[in-house]
């Protein structure tokens, strides 16, 4: 493992070094150190995230004052990100990391990464805000950034979950009633941590030179093959992070997962999934859910609006980029080719969701009856799909009373859907002569996951460790890993969502607060 040190040795870093909230003008980063703190303490670490990056031969004592930035590893001066961003839809000016620092960039065999502390101390873009995470939102965040990345859809991930021994107060409903609930720190990994804000913020302030040296290492070092800087280049560049970034939102709605606030900050110019907030996975199947309190009223961040949102992030990042390309036509061309794009992968999606393969039987209206169908019916997204490898296409009766209890209907409400679902699992019956029997399972299982980390189960875990008890988190972070398995101990994850999980804070509802 080397350590290397190429966002603030090739980019303009801050020249104040002051720990004060601050505009940060002309830099990509400020130094700023984690805060010092006397009892930290590891509750988990991920091996394969420490080999990846070399450090899977740290003690237990060294790791926990590693991944708490209490010790930083010989040559590396500490930093945080300067980026900005459009929130719901509005332009919010510099955000930047106001509570991660990047405590090491690394070379470890063939991988180039970046460990980044979530939690560890306020940095000058910490604006009125106090620089830490609180425990709930950091099991949060490192039990599903590990589920994505076993699911195959493309996340940073998470190395280590800390307390930092010291209390934070936050008022988890925003109504007036402040608790106190343990500091704790994620150390999570990417190859990049750079996001569309962080072009947006220095073209908004005109600073086009910062714009260009940010583009220009981004793609020496993220985007190799694209060549040198030029108009032709950073075109290529905007339509890589398209590509990307496509691939991560068909990912998104293949498994059920609700980013909750795909701001521009929370990005990733990787096509990462990023920043784990008031996501959400679906339960019964409702494309106008969306699991952020904050978000409720316009929804705009809902399950079935992901792909629109993408886009509009795209446009901004077009926008941003556009000082750079100044050819609105060629940038027009790409957004347009990623609906296109979007739409073709979304329909191959969905059938190979339905163990079909075959791009002849692509068909829009058979999908679309689907989704009414799962939706209107109140279907577990995960529970459908997956139990499709039950199906048996002379058995019909037996799999709609599978049906009828992956709902949450009850029994009579579900009677009005019985014949719709047997008109299509007979056109999904005609759809499959030809078809394999085997090959449709195998596609199936690897296609719709068996075990996701609903919502309540994260709460769960949450709870329980908020009273020191990491039984939980460590099921479940060990059943996450193999999502597609059977596991024939862990078969009560593969249930509907208890009745009492319905309404609660934390399950159903989810607030920014973290
Ligand atoms: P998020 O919506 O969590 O991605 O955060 C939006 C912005 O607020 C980012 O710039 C974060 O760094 C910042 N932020 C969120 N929580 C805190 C906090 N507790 N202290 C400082 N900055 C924060
Ligand atoms: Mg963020």
Redesign the pocket.
Known sequence: MKIINTFTSELPVDKNTDNRPRQVVESCSSFVFPKPLSHPSLIHKSNEVLELVGLSSLSQEDLTYFSTGQIILKGFKPYAMCYGGHQFGNWAGQ??????INVAEIKHLENTLTIQLKGAG?TP???T?????VLRSSIREYLCSEAMHYLGVPSTRAMSLALTGESVVRDVLYNGNPKKEKGAIVGRVAASFIRFGSFEIHTARQDFDTLKKLTDYTIKHHFKNLGNPSKATYLNFFESVCNLTRKMIVDWQRVGFVHG?M?T??LSILGLTI?Y?PYGWLENYDPNWTPNTTDIQHKRYRFGNQFKVSLWNLTQLANALYPLIEDVEALTTILKKYSILYNQDYQTMMLTKLGIKNEKDMDNLFIHKLENLLENSEMDMTLFFRNLNKFETNQLEIHLSLLEKNSYLTRNEFKVFAPKWKQWFEEYTTRLEGVKNNERIELINQTNPKYVLRNYMAQLAIEDAENNNYDLLNELYKLLKKPYDEQPNMEKWFVKRPDWAKEKIGCSMLS?S?
């Open positions: 955000l930047g990391d106001g509570r991660a306020a873009y910490s604006r805000a106090d620089g830490f995470a606030v701001n900050d929370n920043d907030g920014c973290s």
